[in-house]
Every structure is written in structure tokens, then in C-alpha cells.
């Protein structure tokens, strides 16, 4: 199991401490012949990296990519792609009280009960910086998801108390490229400017009190073939539950309604099915595109909780490792949300759950076997 | 990757439809010396069966497991334990009905889409009794767990607006037995019993109008250990998601405060450490008891939102498979809410879940192998 | 890992036990659509039934299988398909005696160190009829890849001295019905009647002398497409010598020349390319078929070495349970050599592993990926 | 599946092409608390180095190795150990020639039938540099196992026809540091003075004929503690089989007598057990080690056999990619002989192997689970 490799066909294995000399991923299984660049996977790096508003981290981190392996004359051979990013701006300070305490709502601790000791240095391997590794995969995985046709909204839903007012299917029913620009438009990654605004008051609220906020995530995956997701445990929203929950804050995750559908009744729930334009549709989406596990062929909607930043300037409570009870104050260059930084994250780990089970799914008849090898079917 | 197995160490394979021959897990990996026997498992069993209330279908299935492997002279030997139940009370009514058009809300469509066609009887593999398989799995982990201290409490949280008053907490504050008791002693497995009658009521009301109902389960695992989870990919959270969400009606999962911490703050939302009878403790649990995807000691405490029946009598639109807009009513018997049968399910997955991670976790110190293979720690 | 499942994408899991209840095994990932009924199963099971003639053990066993799920109208559903043999004609003698020592050559002791104890009757689950499972399993392998044009010929080479004068290139110039029907024509399964007699007379010596014989088995496979196989851990060679290495008593593997290429070279050992009939074709085939772990489209040829039946009535030293030195002599039915009944099993294996290397490189292009779903290739 | 990753528990995922920026791997699930630096792992990678004597390729490679994480204060954290080593010594000579045709006994064909086309710059992905990473894995799996007691013995038994004169028994009688002295004075790592010079003498005639030679690898694995293994599909033996069988040049692997097993007898193949200083032993070692499938305690002896080098510089027939029969002359600096560089090849594999499975071993027994988790035994 190891834990660091995530996907069957399509697999990223992610590396990398906050505090080593880089991070990074290899990603095996990829088909041959996906046109590929460093900037490809940069563009989705640059979505995650700090300092690109007063809303996050000061740190200053290039995160400049660097394809080691995988890709030849520009295009990926279908060998394992290996992915680094060299980590800067390390500051030599004394990471030596971090080391003698555990920060609430951190692995520091369970890490410690794990492995008798723990790299402290910035988190280390529970460090934000290790989804690098993740997005880089995810990169490439959207980049041939891309090429199916699927591609994806991701955006912050709720910021603290400050939430989107439009639904999904509001989002839907305009040009997408005008809400991916809506989306880029302010830094919190909202698709609502009113909302938007909310958020920034409340977070820069939350700086002065020395607090920080949590929020939601929603994405939304178009262009799904039906059929889609392995039955019974590889379903596609159990393998999306795992992807988005392996998301260092991620508390919770629903998809269609959710948590909602809980209070909801059958008649009310069930998404009907219609003929439209020649092709089984439904008529509404509170499914969120999944059927028994299986896509639908409706759009993929779903959406993670993601905690407040656990590292906070204000005092807290907590214990040392010589086992005293303490009080303490996390200083530093801390992000007072993580949300708008984690959406990239989201849209990454979707990708890869969403390309490996199309993959998976190729083999999931015989007349495709018979059509890929050129055998008559009988 | 297949779909049908779960877990790693402790693996369970299940196979079966609704109306074959009978349905059953193959358990790989279990050590050996689990002192074993059917009854172990029928308590499992017995806790999913229907019939046992207005509430449940009135199918009659005694679904009676009979250990095939893997258990001689009452002990597990490490060698597979294959389960088999064999299926009863197969009407045999004409399917045909169910054949020629896709029911809303059930995997019939994304099936046939998946695979060119599909056993139909009874739903086939998308059917709820495939969890029985599940559930005999999650017996035998259980009962390996308790013998590692372990133990669970999984009730009903809510049913349709009915929601017990009582927090996780207040329940931990119980003597064990007695939340048990409470449990066992209405038909729908909520420890509050003006809740129980409140939801009760409001499924008959269901029931009366063809109509079903959904609601939330709740789990909390105690005598966790600290340390148990892989940091990346396989979270304990995030096995755990997967592990729920892979169970057919659930559309939403979260740990701890989950989507509430959400809207939180830093401040409010991190645990403090402090030090009580000597241990490192947490002095809340808005965590649900895991910390980087590890867990540290405390009791882990999630909830997983489970949608209305979709199988309901009143008239519902849909498509036919020659791709013609009907209208149709479900008949048959079916469970107007599947939330207390599915209690026992929600259990099991977490019992695999937690003892798979267990088993992983012996391996993460180097001294924890040199004490198991005699070596002295240098 | 747990041990008891072989593939990734068509996935058999097995189980059972010599004396248990049955034998049987879990096929999950098998495509939707292949015709499958029990008789094609039973046919390759007989091929391994005991009492077939003097050379094999005189336990009578019917081996009977039954399909419990997973096929549908006489077609497989793309759902796992579970597959048992109950088991007869266990005698009830007291196996009080086999407990208490360990037989030389057998799994006694190493499972003992194991798991603490161990089902010490017939073996328990390191009796040869755990290969029931994979038999099962491979002729529904062997099934799905005759729809794909691919057969095997697999034989005994050798039985104690008597090894048969014929290479696979001979058995390949032949009409392979006609191979088959020889291979079938003597209780052997020796290509090579010469080489049977002779066999069957080192054979009765043996039996005589209380003693047992050990063998090579030879595998032909054709048909095989090119490209099959992933580059460097999962190589086709490396697939197929787990698979047959899992097999109990074989002691070695080898492709092509095998361990005669080691003191070959080069320029004899290169199998050169040459232009047959419009396609790129070896002129030679010493490499067996694989180069650089991956299909060249010639033949796959591989050979296993099979080890003497340790069970013989001879008498033997060993130890006892308690730590006593003893003589004993194994008393029972026995067959005096394995390798006739050995061959199906191999061949089993072997469609095993080619079945799943052809499904995962089915995703090993992304112009597949576009074709399969419909996408314009760009 | 995707093939670059070996393991469950202590995995590798390697990745790099010959003429890409470097080679490497990433270590997954190395217990913490292993002591480890760079020259842990260089030791191994200067063992497979290129032009160490003239019967290696005069290449210069430093192949200086850079660990880029996963370890902190000297000792491995239990998070991802990731390895680089940098590519150099890249002639910038045109590849043109070597992309228009296929090389016989190379996986050039079998490549752009599976991907469509290929890195066809010095192999890519399948030259033998591929191994670095494997090395690179091994040397830490080496590092751990030393810390259990278990060594390793591995060299070269023959080269061409030069064999040694001694056997595994006859090395194990002596001090392992002095066999280790004399396997390292010789560049081709032969533990027999007169056969090594019998064997440069045939290679120096090798390769004025423009020829190469092949060879068998031997390799015995002394302080294996019995229970190793795992029954069925994951056996010692077949996890062995597989691990040398993906090493690119190998056509044969055995275990114990192996082949010479198969034409043994039962009463002379069997390792009879006897009381040895009060412990289990057995008096001949005719299986390996291995008792079905799973570690006897006795040392485990394995050969495998290499085929000769491709690449030579005599003329071969071949054919282009436009399909043409052309002759070819391979130039460049290609290895006479691959298995002196392929010795600590083997030797990593073999401890990758090991050690996966002795993390695997931990979870045979619920006493061990008992005592790990500080549960009283019941």
C-alpha cells in the first residue's frame, strides 16, 4: 500500500518534504502520443502557487516544473513521466520549536505516534506543498482528458460565511469560458463578484483577529461518457470520495445534492429520465451524474468541505513532546484560507480519478477487445 | 483494478446479484488465530436482513452464511475465508418489465450503457444485497478488532427532518451498552427514541403516499489507536470516504464537524492538545479523530448521507429502452428507507477500512521490524 | 497483497481448502459478453482429475463446478463470476499422524512457522487442488481468448529421462488439431509416443520402488498479437514466471532457449527480422516471443520445471512437531508424478496472464483512447 | 497497473530513459528509522558502473546518485525516498540510423507496435541504464534487511562456457568476507579464479569476432527466518521469479536443483528435516529454501540465466520501419557481456523482493497484532 501512489492505469506516485530539496511525482501509465510541455503542467502549478494575493501565503516559490523523463519530440512515449520542482525560499530560521511541540489541528502529532519522529521542518511531508506533486499529475491527466472531450469548472462555492448565490446549473447554462474568466477574476476563485467581495472583507477580518477560515469547493466535469466507474467498490464517486478526501483540510464531500438528498424523498430525488435530442438524458441532476457508481452521462457535480488553516497567529493551548502543557502562537508566512490554492488540487485529483476509470472501463466489454485486437465478433 | 475487491492486507472480494444463485465475499489476508464461527457473522447478517419491521421489505430471506474456508478448529488459519449466502424468495414474477425500460435513480441505464447489457432480476449487481458480502466481510475485521480493543457504535442520525438531539459526544459520555441497548430497541437504530417516533411517523406518512425517505448514519470508532492512516493518498479519511461512498445509496460523507467546519474558524475548529492521565489528548474533537490523515487517538466520528429509496410506487417518468418518454410505477417490495439496513453496512465498511490500515501500519518503523523478527535495535 | 489474487484487470481470487468444504475461486474483470456456460469450465477441470489412468492418484473426485454469479443468459455480465467445486471422498482416517511431523518437501513446517498451526489435513490449503481455482479461472480466460484468436499448446517435454524428440518448432509445422489429439491420445499428455512409453515404464519403476518422478512442461502460445506486455516490472516473461512459478511444485522457468542462451551468443542467439508475407516477422525464435518484455508477435514459448512429488511411501527421516528426529513413510494415494496434471494448470496460468496484459494495453495509446470514445484524434 | 512500480509494502516506481536528463526511482514505504546517505546507495550503483575493466562498455557515467527526500538527520522518515541520478556522456552522435530499423534482440519493434513510436535514442526506456532505479531501490532494501540478520551472496556462475567449479554449499561453507573478497577481485565477479580467467579469455575472443556472451547469475540469501512468503500467487519463489524475470537480458530463472530437480527422484529431491542445535533444520538443500512457496529457514539459492548482449558489431539482417530487408553493423560502446554489470542487479531485486514480502509476513498471526497494538492475547 506505501500510500503515495494514487490510480490503477493512470498512476501518480508524489514525493517531496516542504523543507527538502524538492517535490515532485511520477506519473506511469499515461498513453503514448499526448502532446506535452512544462508548460502545460506549469499553467496548473501557477493556479497553486503563493504569494498572488494578500490572501495568501508570502512566501515566494517560483514552483517551476521540470519534465525529467516520459516525453520525447514533445509528445509523452507512454513510459513513466517524473515530474520536480526545486524548493526555495527555505528560510534558515530555527525550526527547533516547531520540533519540541505539536501544533494543534497539524500531523505533527499523529505523525510522531506513527514514526517515532517526524521532518518538522515547515510540516514536512504534511506540508501543502505536497500536493505539487498531485497537481502535476493532474495536469497531464486533463491534458488527455482534454483530447476525450471532458473538461472541468472548479471554483470556490463558500469562503467562511460568504457563499456563491448561482447553482450549477446556472453555471451550466452560460459559456463556460466566461465563467473559467469570471473565475479568474479575483482571487479567491469565486464565480460570483458579490460573494467575492463578502469573502475578502471576512477574511481580512479574520487576518486582523489573527483567525482563519475554512470554505467549500465545487466542481463540476462535463463532457462524461455514460458508463463511467467500476459497480461495486472502484464506483466513480467513492474513488472521487478518496481522491478529494486525501486533500491534507478536507473534511467532507458530497456529490448532486448530497448531504441534502438525506432530507429529500424519492420522488423529489429521483433524477427522470427523457428522451432529448435522440439521447437518454435526465431531466434534472440531483444525482450529480453518477448511477450505482456508473456515469450517467450527465455532468459530474460534487463538492469538499475544506477546514481553516490550522496554522494561526493567535495564542492556543497545546502540549510539548516532553509532554507539558503549553501555550503557543504560530508565526510565519501562513495562507489565512487555503481554499482558493486547493481548488487547482480538487480539479487535479478529479482528473486523475476521472482518466483512470475511463481507462479501466475500456476492457469492461468483449466486443472491444475484439475491435482493438481486429477480431470478428461472434 | 476490477472493482470488486476492498482493501489491501485485509482484502475482501464479494461477488453475487439479486437473483443468481446466491451472494458472497472471499476474506484474504485475515491472520490467522480469529477464534471464528457462522454465528459470528449471522450477528452481522441478521442486523441488514429484511422483514424485520413495517419499515423494511417484506421479503423473507433468512440469509444464512455458511464459512466455506479458511477456518479450522474454530480459528481463522490466514489461508482465504470464503462466505456464502444462498438466495431465497425469488419471486418468479416476470421481469420483463423491469428489462425493457431504465428505472430512475437505479444503475439500470449507466449499466447498459457500461456493459451492452445487464442482469436485470432484482437490479442484478446494483442490487442492496450485494452488501451482504460487505457485511459478512466487515464481521470477521470486527471481530479481529475487538480483540485489538476497538469497538464501534453506528446508528441512525436522522431520517428524513426526524434527527436525534444527542451529539457524539453526549453519546461517548454513555456507558457503551447502554447506547447499544438504545439502539437495538427501535426498528431504526437511533438512540433517541422521541427522534425514533418523530421518523417513524413521518415514514408511514411516506409510505402512504409511494413515496420514500432518506437520512444520515453516524459511526464512532473508539480505542483507536494513534498512528493509524498512510499521510498521502490512503488517509485514514480518505479510505474511509471511499470505503462509505462505495455503499449504493450514500451521497455524501464527512469526518468530524465535516462541512460545518466549513464555515468555521481556525480558532473554533483546531483541538488543543493537553495532557490527561498522562496522555497526549485533544480537549475537543472537531477533528473526528485523524490529523494529516492519521489518526491520534481520539474517537473517529463520521456521518455518510443516504438518499431516498429510489424504487417507489408513485408514477414516475423515464425512457424505454427502444428509447421511448413513459411513464411507470414500481411495484414490488421495497424498503421505503434504507437507512436502518444500512446501519450494519456503514459498520462494516469502517471495520475494513480501520483493520486494513491497522495491518499496513505494523510496518512503519524500522525497530517494529527488527523486534517482530528478533533483531536487536541498533 | 495477501496473496490469494493473480491480475489487475481480469482478477482471479481463490479459495479452499484439500479437506474443507470446497474449492473455488472469484473471476472479477472478466469482459461483458462472453458466452460461458459450466461445460467450459468442466472441460479444463477434467483435464486435471485424479484417476484418469495408473500414473495419477486413485481418489475419485468428481470436481463438478458450479456457476454462482456473473453470467446472465448464457453470457458473462462483466460482474465477478463465482465459481466452486464442492469437495468429495475425503476420507474420514485419522490425520492425527500427519499432524503431529513435518513431511519432507511439503509446506508443513513453513506454514507452521507461519501463521502458528496449520490445516494439516491433505495438505490443507498447500494441496495441489488449490489449483482447482485457477483451472476454473483460466478456462474462462482461455474462453475469452480464443475469441481473440488466441490457442495454447501445452505438453509434457519430459518425465523423469523420457524427454520427447520433438522442439516446438516441429509441433508448430504440424496442424495443431493434430497435435492436440496426440497430446490427448496418451495419459501423459506427451506429444511423442516414443517418449510416453518410455515414460510410463520410468514411471512403474518408481511406483515400485516406492518413489516419484518430476518433469518439464511446455507451453506454445499462438496467435499472440505484438505489443503485449509493459516494459519493465509487469514484462510479459515476468507475468508468465510468477504465474507459473505460483504453481507448487515447479522449481523452474525459462523462455526461448532459456538457460541454453546463457552459453550461446549473440550472433546465434539474435533472432533476425525479416519481411514475411508484407509483415515484419523473426527468423528465428530464441527469444521465445518477448523482447524487451513485450510481445514480438512470433510464438510465446516457455518451459517449466517440475519437481518429484514429495509424498512417496518410501521411508523418510524428518522431525516431529515436538522436536524429535523419526522415520516415516507417506501412506495414501499419491500420483507418482505431478506433471500430467500439471499441464492444464500451466496453461491456465498462462491464459491468465496473457488475458490481463492484453486489457491493460488497451490504454497504452491515446489515439486508442480517442477512437474508443468516439473522439476525433488530433 | 502501468509495470514501473515492484511491491505492495517497500515499493518501487522507477522512471528515466538512457538519453533523457537522468534516471531514478522512488522509494515508497521504507519503514523510518533506517540510517541512510548517498553512499549506502552509491556502493550499489558503482557495482553496475560502466567501464570498470575492457569488458564493460567504455562509457563514463559517474551515475553519482542525489536523494532528494525522505530522509531526515541521517534516517529515513517513512515518506517517499526519492533518487536521482543525472544523465552525462550522451554523444551528441545522430540517432537517425538506429530510429530507421529495428534492432534484432532489442524491444525497438516490439516498442513502436505498443506505442506507436519510440525514444529509440540509445534504447530509451528499455536500455539497460533503466536498472539505475532498481539499484538505487535495492540498496535501501538492502540497508534494512542488513539491519535483520539477512545477507546476500550474488556473482556470476558462468560466463559463455566458463562455469564455477563450486557450489552454493561449498560457498557457504566459508566466510562470506572472504567469498566477497574474491567475487570483487575479478571485474567479472566470479567467486573461482580459474573460471574467471577461462571466461575473459573467451570474451576477448568474443569480441574480436564482433560477438558477445551471456551467462548465469547465482545469488544465495543467508539469515532468512522461516515463514517468508505467501501461499499462493505471492510465493518467495514466484516473487523471485518475477523480479528477476523483469530484469531485461534474463531468460531462465530456478530455484534450488531447478531444472535438474525435474529429472530427479522424490527420495533424492526431498530435504529431509533433522534437529540441528535444537532448532527445525534441513540436511540438503535441493529446494532453495522455499517450501510451498514460503521460506523454510534454510538459505535461499537462485539462478538466472542472461542472454547474450544484442548489440554487436558483427552484420545482422534486419529490417527498416518502412519495411525493407536491410543488413546492419550495431557500432558504439556496448558491454561484451552483461552479466558482471547485472550481478548487483539481481542482488537489488532479490531484496526488494525479501523485504516486501517479510513486511507482509508481519500480519500472518492476530498474536502479532495482539502484541504489536499492545493487546493482551486471548
Not at 483530447?147 to 460565511?161: D, E, K, V
Not at 460570483?192 to 489573527?210: G, I, P
Amino acid at each position: 500500500m506505501a500510500g503515495s501512489s494514487f490510480g490503477t492505469h493512470f498512476k501518480v506516485t508524489t514525493w517531496g518534504e516542504s523543507h527538502g530539496k524538492g517535490i515532485g511525482s511520477v506519473v506511469d501509465g499515461c498513453p503514448a502520443g499526448v502532446p506535452l510541455c512544462e508548460a502545460d503542467i506549469q499553467t496548473f502549478l501557477d493556479r497553486r502557487k503563493p504569494g498572488q494575493s494578500k490572501f495568501s501565503t508570502a512566501r515566494k516559490e517560483s514552483d517551476a516544473v521540470e519534465i525529467l523523463s516520459g516525453v520525447f519530440e514533445g509528445k509523452t512515449t507512454g513510459t513513466p513521466i517524473s515530474l520536480i520542482v526545486r524548493n526555495e525560499d527555505q528560510r534558515s530560521r530555527d525550526y527547533g520549536e516547531i520540533a519540541s511541540y505539536y501544533r494543534p489541528g497539524h500531523a505533527d502529532y499523529s505523525f510522531d505516534e506513527k514514526y517515532g519522529f517526524r521532518d518538522y521542518r515547515g510540516g514536512g511531508r504534511s506540508s501543502g506543498r505536497e500536493t505539487i506533486g498531485r497537481v502535476a499529475g493532474g495536469a497531464v491527466a486533463a491534458k488527455a482528458l482534454d483530447m476525450l472531450g471532458i473538461s472541468f469548472l472548479t471554483y470556490a462555492r463558500a469562503i467562511g460565511p460568504a457563499t456563491i448565490s448561482c447553482s450549477p446549473g446556472d453555471l451550466l447554462a452560460k459559456d463556460p469560458a466566461d465563467v473559467r474568466e469570471q473565475i479568474m477574476s479575483n482571487p479567491l476563485y469565486m464565480p460570483d463578484d458579490v460573494a467575492a467581495e463578502r469573502a475578502q472583507k471576512f477574511l481580512t477580518e479574520c487576518m486582523e483577529q489573527k483567525n482563519s477560515a475554512g470554505g467549500v469547493i465545487e466542481c463540476i466535469i462535463t463532457g462524461m461518457p455514460a458508463g463511467i466507474g467500476e459497480p461495486v467498490f472502484d464506483k466513480l464517486d467513492a474513488n472521487l470520495a478518496k481522491a478529494i478526501f486525501s486533500i491534507g483540510a478536507v473534511k467532507g464531500f458530497e456529490i448532486g445534492d448530497g448531504f441534502a438528498s438525506a432530507a429529500s424523498t424519492g420522488l423529489c430525488n429521483n433524477d427522470s429520465f427523457e428522451m432529448r435530442g435522440g439521447k437518454v438524458s435526465v431531466s434534472t441532476n440531483h444525482a450529480g451524474g453518477v448511477l450505482g457508481g456508473v456515469s450517467s452521462g450527465a455532468p459530474i457535480i460534487f463538492r469538499a468541505a475544506v477546514k481553516p488553516t490550522p496554522s494561526i497567529a493567535a495564542p492556543q493551548k497545546t502540549v510539548s513532546k516532553s509532554g507539558k502543557d503549553i501555550e503557543i502562537s504560530i508565526h510565519g508566512r501562513h495562507d489565512p484560507v487555503i481554499v482558493p490554492r486547493a481548488v487547482v488540487v480538487v480539479e487535479s485529483m478529479a482528473a486523475l480519478t476521472v482518466l483512470d476509470l475511463m481507462m479501466e472501463n475500456m476492457g469492461a466489454r468483449m466486443e472491444s477487445l475484439q475491435a482493438f485486437y481486429h477480431r470478428p465478433a461472434r
